[in-house]
């Protein structure tokens, strides 16, 4: 089992470009979760999904961020428009299901975005 | 509001001192804690939970509820075991609140 994958690893953009994150859970895994690391920060929040489902996306800006995760394929965070404060990074975990025995959850390396 | 402390960003001791990485927690409910670990260059890891009380290289976590803290132990620190340390809190069973983390830092 291969982990949690995530790509890019560096995303460089320009203000008012566009940014996409990708994040394969682990296999057999059906719950993602975005969370986002600013400067000398903690993790944060910010959005929860099932399989085609966003459960809870209280952690999330209101503007410019979405995210999903389609039936096939990978988990998607798309910020448009992105400004400096965008730039973080942005880590993706899985777990098998919402409440596991000992409600792990497994990290990817996640993305760090600059933005110029 | 959830919310988790960590006072200390950086903790230096010596190999062979004892460590011990504060956290407290506000929560209303029963809590679940955990202590996660990023190595150099690794992804964030789980070090240990509070539910099942176990040790991991060592590390102990006791959860104090009237003191709501979590502090993480260890009675003799190894040159291994530098990297950053995050407390977490387990909202709801679903996301978990990090802290800000405290950077360990083991002197040979």
């Known amino acids: 089992n291969a982990g949690v994958m995530q790509n890019p690893r560096h995303l460089v953009r320009r203000r008012g470009q566009e940014a996409r994150l990708r994040c394969s859970p682990m296999k057999g895994h059906s719950h993602v979760y975005w969370y986002r690391q600013l400067p000398e920060e903690g993790l944060k929040f910010m959005v929860y999904l099932q399989k085609e489902n966003i459960i809870d996306e209280s952690g999330m800006p209101k503007e410019r961020f979405s995210a999903e995760f389609p039936k096939e394929g990978p988990s998607i965070l798309r910020i448009q428009q992105v400004v400096r404060g965008d730039s973080a990074a942005y880590f993706c975990?899985?777990?098998?299901?919402?409440?596991?025995?000992?409600?792990?959850?497994?990290f990817g390396p996640g993305t760090r975005l600059t933005v110029l | 509001a959830q919310r988790v402390t960590q006072p200390e960003k950086l903790l230096s001791v010596f190999k062979g001192a004892p460590v011990e990485l504060k956290c407290n927690y506000s929560?209303?409910?029963?809590?679940?804690l955990f202590w996660y670990v990023q190595y150099s260059r690794q992804r964030l890891q789980l070090l240990l939970r509070?539910?099942s009380r176990e040790s991991i290289k060592g590390f102990t976590a006791d959860l104090n509820k009237g003191e709501t803290s979590f502090h993480l132990k260890k009675p003799f620190a190894q040159e291994e075991d530098s990297a950053m340390y995050y407390c977490?809190?387990?909202?709801?069973?679903?996301?978990?609140?990090f802290g800000p983390g405290t950077r360990l830092s083991v002197l040979p």
């Open positions: 929560y209303s409910g029963s809590p679940e």
């Open positions: 975990a899985s777990s098998p299901r919402d409440r596991t025995l000992y409600n792990e959850q497994f």
């Open positions: 509070h539910i």
């Open positions: 977490a809190l387990l909202n709801y069973g679903q996301n978990f609140v």
